[in-house]
């Protein structure tokens, strides 16, 4: 079964430092990965995603991410952080529906990585 | 404009007690669904659809029931409510399931509270 594992649940890192969120996904196939962002009292917004070609991916807010095969991970890295970007972070795989397949109607979340970012 | 919109955002009910739980996204998106977060679980999927009149299960969807008689609007009923379903429901929607150029879009979510 898919399944997808973020090892860490809360990060703390200073302002201005670099991050690195983990995540490694469980999928027989070829994974869709996605990285959503979730602020206090908010929804989801989706930071970045993998399909398929160079395995370095840029996000929205500076954000990338890089998938390893061979590690079967897909970890969020940005160089800076920012105050504002303390919030909750999710991997998700997309696993195909059963009866429409589609590359992301059920998405299998990790679950989450809470960052507070130091003054 | 307002992308996925959920109402209400707050809810307490007693066991036993009905409700829906409303979405409606204004993208004219094909895909809608439901899921919920629970703390230390991530988002798990309860209901989904693929269109108008469409609807099927997800992960999780005893408790629950969906229709999608509109395009824009995807409604989820608790029918009688339990303590367990005590959670916060997100409702997203996408153009289509084909998520390369169409991301799911999540409304700000509903926090329901069963006593």
């Known amino acids: 079964a898919q399944s997808v594992t973020q090892p860490d649940i809360h990060i703390t890192v200073s302002e201005g430092a670099s991050l690195e969120l983990r995540c490694n996904y469980s999928?027989?196939?070829?994974?869709?990965l996605f990285w959503y962002v979730q602020s206090p009292g908010q929804g989801l917004q989706l930071l970045l995603k993998?399909?398929?070609?160079?395995?370095l991916v840029q996000g929205i807010k500076g954000f990338e991410a890089e998938f390893k095969r061979s590690q079967s991970s897909f970890n969020l890295r940005k160089p800076s952080v920012h105050w504002s970007d303390a919030a909750e972070y999710f991997c998700?795989?997309?696993?195909?529906?059963?009866?429409?397949?589609?590359?992301?109607?059920?998405?299998?979340f990790g679950k989450g990585t809470k960052l507070s970012v130091k003054p | 404009n307002a992308g996925v919109t959920q109402t209400p955002k707050f809810q307490v009910l007693k066991t036993g007690q009905s409700m829906t739980l409303q979405c409606a996204q204004d993208?004219?998106?094909?895909?809608m669904s439901w899921y919920r977060q629970d703390p230390g679980m991530g988002l798990r999927l309860i209901h989904y659809?693929?269109?108008?009149?469409?609807?099927d299960q997800g992960e999780v969807p005893n408790g629950y029931n969906v229709s999608r008689s509109t395009t824009e609007d995807f409604p989820l009923r608790l029918l009688s409510a339990a303590p367990s379903q005590t959670s916060v429901y997100f409702c997203?929607?996408?153009?289509?399931?084909?998520?390369?150029?169409?991301?799911?879009?999540f409304g700000n979510g509903t926090r329901l509270t069963v006593t």
């Open positions: 998700a795989v997309a696993a195909a529906l059963l009866n429409y397949g589609g590359s992301q109607g059920n998405l299998i």
């Open positions: 999928y027989g196939a070829t994974p869709y």
């Open positions: 993998y399909f398929s070609g160079d395995t």
């Open positions: 993208m004219n998106h094909e895909y």
């Open positions: 659809s693929v269109g108008a009149g469409i609807t």
């Open positions: 997203a929607s996408a153009q289509t399931l084909s998520s390369y150029n169409s991301p799911l879009h």
